[in-house]
């Protein structure tokens, strides 16, 4: 069997077993599937409404940090495709690498399944807009979860790879590392919210950096497609962090050493996000 089909199979067959787990679900995962839905009833502080067609995925984040680093764009555009600008604030780009735990992923229709929908999760990403709907363009997710990782490589075309991970947190400080195995990448880091819970105002750079209803990719024409995403405003709070290791740019020559990180936490988020479609230029 191809490793393709190999792949699809195990898909199918771990979405299977959630449906049936996902029968006898209740207390916390379910509770997480209800959050994520009434989120829905929130969308006034979003630029565009959602669509109106059915939402593809629900997932809930929990103690996420934002650590965001000013670049130059150029230094950016070798790991941008040429099709995407580059969002700039203040003459800057910004690339965020984004520790978090997934809760309660499922699909549209089913609920959370045990053992299949909570895993921890890294993000690395930097900031596009395309037909005045400002997203996200991801380098790279590294996620604790092969099931995870199939599944949004083949629905979201995304980046993502299987990396060992883990996350032990000591009060309100959270110690997590990542170590992805190829492309070698690693993040050690230590952190905690530092500051009371703030909304993002429209025009500043904590909105700028965070208040984003879309991620963009590529299809294998090189065509921009577009995933819709909804949550309401992220609950932030200032941030502290000691970082022992950081490679997660290594893989793209990218130099985070000669700036600090502007930090923010978030305790919790929830999110439902559409298929993917062709974005309008």
């Not at 959602?50 to 000013?70: C, D, K, V, Y």
Request: proline share 11%; charged share 20%; glycine share 6%.
């Amino acid at each position: 069997m191809a490793p393709a089909q190999r792949s699809t199979r195990l898909l199918e067959r771990a979405l299977a077993r959630a449906a049936d787990l996902g029968e006898r679900l209740s207390g916390p995962l379910a509770a997480d599937a209800r959050a994520q839905a009434a989120g829905l009833r929130e969308t006034a502080h979003r630029p565009w409404p959602p669509p109106a067609g059915p939402w593809l995925q629900g997932q809930t984040w929990r103690e996420l940090l934002f650590a965001h680093w000013p670049l130059p764009a150029e230094a950016l555009r070798p790991a941008v495709p040429a099709e995407l600008p580059i969002d700039t604030f203040d003459g800057m780009a910004w690339l965020g690498v984004t520790p978090f735990r997934v809760t309660g992923a499922r699909p549209h229709g089913l609920p959370p399944a045990p053992l299949l929908s909570s895993f921890l999760e890294t993000n690395v990403r930097t900031y596009t807009t395309i037909g005045g709907r400002p997203g996200i363009w991801f380098l790279s997710l590294d996620a604790a979860s092969t099931v995870a990782v199939l599944g949004a490589r083949r629905s979201y075309r995304l980046p993502y790879f299987r990396a060992r991970m883990s996350a032990t947190r000591r009060g309100d400080r959270i110690d997590y590392r990542t170590t992805r195995a190829a492309p070698e990448a690693s993040l050690a880091v230590g952190y905690q919210p530092s500051g009371a819970v703030f909304q993002a105002v429209p025009g500043t750079l904590e909105h700028f950096l965070t208040e984003r209803y879309c991620l963009y990719t590529l299809d294998e024409r090189h065509r921009i497609l577009r995933a819709e995403i909804h949550h309401p405003p992220w609950p932030l709070q200032a941030a502290t962090a000691t970082i022992a290791e950081n490679t997660m740019t290594a893989p793209y020559r990218i130099d985070l050493s000669l700036e600090p990180p502007l930090l923010h936490f978030a305790r919790r988020q929830d999110v439902v996000i559409w298929p993917l479609r062709p974005a309008a230029a």
